[in-house]
């Protein structure tokens, strides 16, 4: 299982209405993406920054997504971002859902 882990600097005032987008637009896209697993979205207290981490279940998978739909996305939060997202992949040390997916694999 591999991570893309995504950090966000947001313009002031924009945190709601990039949330906004991301649990509307952004997760439907992600659902239909190949190998995505799941989507954790933190933010900062300030509401400044967001950290969103996407599970994969393999590194091409991820990369493919990078590639083909990521393009859009940042379209859409384009509006709400100061600066381009800084993106790193990682492969899953552990995690919960990293373990029910090779129970059930």
């Known amino acids: ?12 005032n924009t945190f709601k209405q990039f949330t906004t ?3 509307t637009d952004i997760l439907t896209l992600l659902k239909k993406q190949p190998g995505f697993r799941d989507l954790l979205a933190l933010g900062s207290d300030d509401e400044l920054h967001v950290t969103a981490i996407s599970l994969w279940d393999t590194k091409e998978q991820a990369e493919a997504y990078n590639t083909s739909a990521y393009p859009q996305v940042i379209k859409s939060i384009e509006p709400f971002t100061d600066g381009p997202p800084k993106v790193r992949v990682n492969k899953v040390a552990s995690s919960t859902l990293h373990k029910l997916a090779a129970v059930a694999a």
């Open 1 to 12: 299982m591999f991570a893309r882990n995504v950090s966000i600097k947001l313009k002031p």
């Open 21 to 23: 987008t991301l649990d």
